[in-house]
């Protein structure tokens, strides 16, 4: 039986694009994915990024939950130590409250940003060393046992608004473990821990309230076409603005200097990034697919449809849904 099919939403916004823009294709991307069968949509939280438009990830997912009616939508992730606990337990508490039994909270202690967003997030640089006991804090509002007397989420007391674990190397998948949480890997964009990780994760997993065994969602990115060639020139596409956003420093480069960068080390440092991703034709795309999920001993796979031309975006996701079948909402 195939393997859950869950999307990442990075809500770029394409160039010649507004945030509007962005905003109506997240939409339309989450009303066909409820259509296919695919089981859930997370947004990421980023700040002072000009090609992403999830900054305020808790508006967008009520905004998509507003649009559809069965498909579940959730961050992946929110960056913890950006807020207090209590008021993303409220944030995720009122959207579950109009969205019953449809909303999921995935977490991340990275920054999500640069040095100084995280000034003007008032964000301090020890922030991430409180991660494990502010998920804690955050899961007792949800579950309705405060840690802080007398302190409640209203709304958000009671939810049980299911938490997931969000990490790129060991510490996370050690802490999904100990909290008996389900794990979700960022293989999209940093494949290199993800063998030992989801093995840590495995082996010291502990059953809990949540979850009473394992589970691991393994990320990739997805580029599906009728053609084999026209799924690689939009990898290629893609790869170049990679080169742009990681490299430009606010300027754009042509095709030929992308593609010179592409093949510097530092180019090939982006490339590697983007190591697990199925790009082809749909027969290539469910072949690499199967494989990655054996790879990452997955239980479901989130896919970031990397095509930067709109209808194509939305094209992969209809033809990886026709292929390896997508499943059922949760």
Excluded: C
């Amino acid at each position: 039986m195939a393997l859950p099919l869950s999307i990442l939403d990075l809500a770029h916004i394409g160039e010649g694009e507004t945030a509007a823009d962005s905003f109506a294709a997240s939409v339309a991307l989450a009303q066909r994915a409820e259509e296919l069968g695919y089981r859930r949509i997370w947004y990421a939280e980023h700040h002072n990024m000009a090609s992403i438009a999830s900054s305020a990830t808790s508006v967008l997912i009520a905004h998509v939950a507003a649009h559809t009616r069965t498909i579940r939508l959730g961050a992946g992730g929110v960056m913890l130590p950006n807020h207090s606990p209590l008021t993303i337990a409220e944030q995720f508490g009122t959207l579950e409250t109009l969205h019953p039994g449809r909303i999921d909270l995935g977490l991340g202690r990275a920054p999500g940003s640069d040095q100084q967003t995280m000034r003007a997030l008032r964000r301090t640089h020890s922030a991430a060393d409180t991660f494990p006991q502010d998920v804690l804090e955050l899961q007792g509002y949800l579950t309705g046992e405060s840690r802080i007397p007398g302190v409640d989420a209203t709304p958000g007391k009671g939810t049980n608004v299911p938490l997931y674990i969000l990490g790129s190397s060991l510490f996370g998948a050690q802490l999904a473990a100990a909290l008996g949480l389900p794990y979700a890997f960022a293989s999209h964009f940093a494949p290199a821990a993800l063998e030992e990780a989801v093995e840590i994760y495995r082996q010291e997993f502990k059953p809990s309230a949540q979850l009473d065994r394992p589970h691991v969602i393994a990320a990739l990115n997805v580029i599906a076409a009728e053609t084999t060639e026209e799924a690689e020139e939009q990898f290629l596409a893609s790869k170049r603005l990679r080169v742009s956003r990681f490299l430009g420093r606010g300027r754009t480069f042509t095709t030929e200097e992308a593609d010179m960068i592409l093949e510097s080390p530092a180019g090939q440092q982006i490339v590697q990034m983007a190591r697990y991703s199925a790009v082809g034709n749909p027969a290539e795309v469910k072949a690499y697919v199967d494989r990655f999920a054996e790879h990452a001993r997955a239980d479901e796979l989130i896919v970031a449809f990397s095509a930067t031309d709109r209808k194509a975006w939305m094209r992969s996701a209809e033809l990886l849904a026709e292929v390896h079948g997508a499943g059922h909402p949760a």
